[in-house]
């Protein structure tokens, strides 16, 4: 592990991998994938690696003095400079010093290492990918200058919970200011859970992210080499105790359902990286560590302000000397994330140039909310008393200022924005845990909306917590709203919805933990007729355009009055809707993965068995069926359902598959649906598929391979001291209940039409 403070140290690793890495082979390679980046992981270097042979030399360039007389202030305090040194000295001197020390560490981190290594592959036609965290970084403002900045779903979690969206804005912030788009993520390694991640945990992850700024996603793990020794399911490469997740790769009998998966994804980013971000409020922010707990020095991400609807993200104190950090009088960073509003939140110090550049803000006009007591001094030791003064003085100013408001916690930020008339993007009619990112172009408003939840536990299949979420949203933009569905890649023009201003109005429903993309845009973007008029529906109903005409479809037969977002009044009448049919009875083909003859050879063990509803309408899991109690594999539901001889076009049906574990696909009378939401498979239509008489519907199911190498576990060297699978085993299959929910549809008419 080289120095990561030297310029002779990251040359050094630029000049082995042009003589040990980037073989003819290998260039060949990577020409036929484009440029491709080199990456480097986070630092986890030990505690007492913490300096370099020109550090006190640049120390006093940087900071305007010599470290070596305050040098016992900085040993003993840990490899971040911030823990408890073993000598210190009096009136706050050396706190200031170590204040000095960290902001020097990230300065020598990005001026030595990362511009060495950008410098080397750019002259090659490359860049640098990194995790800019584990050390004394100033994370915001290093992931600005790199390339690519990265996270990752391990070091950014909560210990035991799940993925923070509060640190990935850390790293999301910078890349906004650089006005790069690709801001990438390392997923999903969870401890102790190979074979054992379901796609719902893993999406969950990566939701989180997103709703953080990530636009890239990268599996962590893919062990495809073998080893000799090795035992079934083959070699894994975090072979130690406990272990991580996750073995990606043909071994998996989800990796058939993995393709689906990745196209979701790769359209949810591409939506995350259309033009440019727009956020509510900038958070100013002034650490060298990623905190650890997500209501540490960052806002939880179920803080007031968010359950407000309010999009915020972090900014340290080097971002406000940027020559773009200007406010025009309307909004603040303009041409990078268009900020409303400042929030300056439970800060004891501020730079001095810092604190006078809010207060030419807020002399401008800029709204700023004050959480808790202002700074009172500036970091590091040079001219200290002096500096001190001048924040002192900046900030009396600042709080006498109109549109300055002061507030004692975090609780009170929403109406203290209300008050200097800052707005939400996305306003809703309650409280909720619904998130939202806005990107925009010159004709369009991506927003990007997910119903927050939080793991009980990483890695453990637990209930999430939070709640589905049915509300109203009204979102800023001009034009007609349109919903992209990232699981089928359909573009479709929303019907039910009305205008308010410049917002558009209407209804949302997620379940928890689910996304949504909604696209409001002054351009067609389904290339389809435009559509004819809009309107509000009633309770379980919905509405849709089919050839320009507004089409009611809804479960309730009879007359339906609607109100049109002209202010008039349109009406629908819906025949007869057959009652819900509840599929309580499937053939089920087992397909059960066996160890083979080798180490990477799987041996299929079929097994066919009859799955008789439950009381209730649940189906019994694998774990209670016989053959199945420790299987892992792949299995078909098969079914016939007979809708009549009087089944007509004026209906359809939603299919409700309940419950599923692990990754599902449809096929209804021969014919493959599109990908179906593996977050919500309540609400499948199947009434383009379905015919009077009878009709099969069959469910391919996959599941982990961790029931059955939890029993492999026990004979095989390289993981028997690794919870392999997870701890408890899984109840796979199709659980339901599973529900045929027939509807009728009818066009609305029109006063005029």
Request: net charge neutral; glycine share 10%.
């Amino acid at each position: 592990m080289l120095d990561h403070l030297s310029v002779d140290a990251a040359q050094a690793v630029a000049d082995y991998w042009d003589r040990q890495v980037l073989t003819d082979r290998s260039r060949e390679l990577i020409r036929q994938i484009g440029a491709g980046s080199v990456f480097e992981d986070s630092l986890e270097l030990s505690s007492t690696m913490k300096w370099t042979p020109s550090f006190a030399r640049d120390f006093e360039k940087y900071r305007g003095y010599s470290v070596l007389r305050y040098l016992p202030a900085v040993a003993g305090a840990g490899e971040a400079g911030n823990g408890k040194p073993s000598f210190d000295f009096p009136d706050g001197i050396g706190a200031r010093i170590r204040e000095d020390y960290r902001q020097s560490w990230s300065d020598l981190y990005l001026n030595n290492r990362v511009r060495t290594l950008q410098k080397w592959l750019h002259g090659q036609g490359r860049t640098l990918r990194a995790q800019p965290y584990g050390n004394a970084i100033d994370a915001p403002y290093v992931a600005s200058q790199l390339d690519i900045p990265e996270g990752e779903s391990l070091g950014f979690g909560n210990i035991l919970l799940s993925t923070n969206v509060e640190k990935h804005k850390l790293l999301a912030a910078g890349a906004h200011m650089s006005g790069r788009t690709v801001v990438s993520m390392e997923c999903c390694a969870y401890l102790a859970l190979p074979y054992g991640t379901t796609a719902g945990q893993n999406l969950q992850e990566i939701y989180r992210a997103y709703a953080g700024g990530v636009t890239q996603q990268v599996w962590s793990g893919f062990p495809y080499a073998d080893l000799d020794g090795a035992t079934w399911p083959g070699w894994d490469g975090f072979a130690f105790p406990l272990v991580f997740a996750e073995n990606w790769g043909p071994r998996q009998p989800t990796w058939q359902h993995y393709r689906s998966i990745n196209d979701h994804l790769g359209r949810l980013q591409l939506v995350l990286r259309q033009g440019r971000p727009r956020f509510d409020v900038a958070v100013y922010w002034r650490s060298f560590d990623i905190p650890q707990l997500e209501d540490g020095i960052n806002i939880p991400t179920a803080s007031a302000l968010a359950r407000d609807g309010y999009t915020y993200e972090y900014l340290s104190p080097a971002i406000f000397r940027e020559p773009y950090a200007v406010y025009d009088g309307s909004r603040l960073f303009p041409q990078k994330s268009s900020y409303k509003a400042l929030i300056l939140r439970q800060e004891s110090v501020i730079p001095l140039d810092t604190a006078r550049r809010f207060v030419s803000y807020a002399r401008r006009g800029l709204p700023i909310v004050i959480v808790g007591t202002l700074p009172s001094r500036t970091p590091g030791y040079y001219k200290a008393a002096e500096e001190d003064a001048g924040v002192q003085a900046a900030m009396q100013e600042l709080q006498g200022l109109p549109n300055v408001v002061t507030v004692a916690n975090d609780d009170a930020i929403p109406g203290a924005l209300a008050t200097l008339g800052v707005e939400p993007s996305v306003r809703r009619d309650q409280d909720s845990g619904l998130l939202s990112l806005r990107r925009q172009t010159e004709d369009t408003d991506y927003y990007y909306l997910f119903n927050y939840t939080r793991a009980l536990a990483a890695g453990v299949d637990l209930p999430l917590s939070g709640a589905d979420a049915d509300l109203e949203a009204a979102l800023e933009g001009e034009g007609r709203p349109y919903e992209l569905d990232a699981w089928s890649g359909a573009i479709r023009p929303i019907a039910g919805y009305r205008r308010d201003g410049g917002r558009i109005v209407l209804p949302l429903q997620l379940r928890k933990g689910d996304v949504r993309v909604i696209a409001i845009s002054r351009r067609s973007l389904d290339g389809g007729p435009r559509p004819g008029a809009s309107a509000v529906a009633g309770p379980g109903a919905e509405l849709l355009y089919r050839g320009g005409q507004l089409v009611l479809r809804s479960s309730q037969p009879g007359e339906h009055t609607l109100s049109l977002a002209d202010g008039t009044s349109g009406g629908a009448t819906i025949a007869a809707v057959p009652a819900p049919i509840l599929l309580d009875r499937w053939q089920l083909k087992a397909d059960a993965w066996e160890p083979g003859a080798s180490a990477t050879e799987t041996r299929i063990v079929s097994h066919q068995v009859t799955v008789n509803a439950l009381p209730g309408g649940m189906l019994p899991g694998w774990l209670l069926l016989p053959g199945l109690t420790i299987a892992s594999g792949q299995g078909r539901y098969s079914t016939t359902v007979n809708l009549g001889p009087a089944w007509s076009g004026g209906h359809g049906a939603w299919l409700d598959l309940g419950s599923v574990l692990d990754t599902a696909a449809v096929t209804v009378n021969g014919q493959r649906l599109p990908p179906i939401n593996l977050l919500d498979p309540s609400r499948i239509d199947l009434g383009p598929y379905l015919q009077p008489g009878d009709n099969s519907i069959v469910v391919d199911i996959a599941t982990t391979l961790g029931n059955r190498v939890r029993i492999s576990r026990l004979t095989n060297p390289y993981i028997a001291s690794g919870l392999y699978g997870g701890v408890l085993p899984q109840n796979y299959g199709l659980l339901g209940p599973v529900r045929l929910m027939p509807y009728g549809e009818a066009v609305v008419t029109v006063p005029g039409a």
